[in-house]
C-alpha cells in the first residue's frame, strides 16, 4: 500500500534561511507527488507536482522539490524563507489509477522567524 | 471565477444532532472528493463523485456517513448523530477530470465541525 512520511512535525527557521522540509513514500506502482500549502483556516493551495520527467520541480513561491527515486523521498527546498511561509505543508502522493484519491503525509508545520 | 465554496465555514452540533456540509465545485468542475482532517494530522480521503454517482466510497466510515452529488445543487456530506470524535475540518476538493494527475485538485477553505 502506499504511503507517505513527512518526518518533521514542526520546523523553526529564521527569516532568510534556507529550508528543507522532509517527504518519504513508500509504493509499488508508478507515483504522483505533490506539495501543498495551507494557511491558518484556509484550504490547500498547490505548490508543486511531480509527474514524470525531470527529477527537479519548481513551484510557486519560489518552493523547488526534487524527485529520488532510489531514496523514494520527495524534499521541498526554499533557499531563503519569508515570514509570509509560516504555514502547515503537506506532501501527497497518488498512483496513476488512483486519481484525485491522494494520500497524505502528517504535515509539517513551518514556523518563520525574524 | 470563483474557487471551490464549502458552506458553512464553522458549524457546531450537540451530539445526536446531523450535520450537513455543502460544496459547491469551481465552474466546469464535474469530479469532487471530500476529505476529513482530524486534529494534528494529515488529510484522509473519504469519498470521491461525479454527478449523480459515487465513484469511491472507501474512506467513508460505514455508518452515519453519506454523501451525494446531485445533478443540480452543491455535493453534500451529511453525518448523521454526531459523536465528539466527529469533530474535524472537512475539505471539499474538484477537478474537471479525475484528478490527481492531468487535473489537481482544488481545494475549499473547509467546514470546521465541532460537536459538543
Known amino acids: 500500500a502506499q504511503s507517505v512520511t513527512q518526518l518533521d512535525s514542526q520546523v523553526p527557521v529564521f527569516e532568510e534561511a534556507p529550508v528543507e522540509l522532509r517527504c518519504n513514500y513508500s509504493?509499488?506502482?508508478?507515483?504522483?507527488l505533490f506539495w501543498y500549502v495551507q494557511y491558518p483556516n484556509q484550504g490547500l493551495q498547490l505548490l508543486l507536482k511531480y509527474l514524470s520527467g525531470s527529477t527537479l520541480v519548481k513551484g510557486i513561491n519560489g518552493f523547488e522539490a526534487e524527485f529520488n527515486k532510489s531514496q523514494t523521498s520527495f524534499h521541498l527546498r526554499k533557499p531563503s524563507v519569508h515570514i509570509s511561509d509560516t504555514a502547515e505543508y503537506f506532501c501527497?502522493?497518488?498512483?496513476?489509477?488512483?486519481?484525485?484519491?491522494?494520500?497524505f503525509g502528517q504535515g509539517t508545520e513551518l514556523s518563520v522567524k525574524p | 471565477n470563483a474557487g471551490v465554496m464549502q458552506n458553512p465555514r464553522h458549524l457546531v452540533r450537540r451530539r445526536g444532532q446531523e450535520a450537513r456540509l455543502r460544496c459547491s465545485p469551481m465552474?466546469?468542475?464535474?469530479?469532487v472528493y471530500w476529505y476529513r482532517q482530524l486534529p494534528e494530522e494529515g488529510l484522509k480521503f473519504m469519498v470521491y463523485l461525479q454527478k449523480e454517482n459515487i465513484i469511491d466510497e472507501s474512506g467513508m466510515p460505514k455508518e452515519r456517513f453519506s454523501a451525494e452529488f446531485p445533478k443540480e445543487g452543491p455535493s453534500i456530506l451529511r453525518i448523521q448523530q454526531v459523536v465528539r470524535g466527529d469533530s474535524a475540518a472537512y475539505f471539499c476538493?474538484?477537478?474537471?477530470?479525475?484528478?490527481?494527475?492531468?487535473?489537481?485538485?482544488?481545494f475549499g477553505n473547509g467546514t470546521r465541525l465541532t460537536v459538543t
Open positions: 509504493s509499488s506502482v508508478s507515483v504522483y
Open positions: 465552474k466546469g468542475h464535474s469530479h
Open positions: 476538493a474538484s477537478s474537471p477530470g479525475t484528478g490527481g494527475t492531468n487535473s489537481p485538485l482544488h
Open positions: 501527497a502522493g497518488t498512483s496513476y489509477n488512483q486519481g484525485g484519491k491522494l494520500i
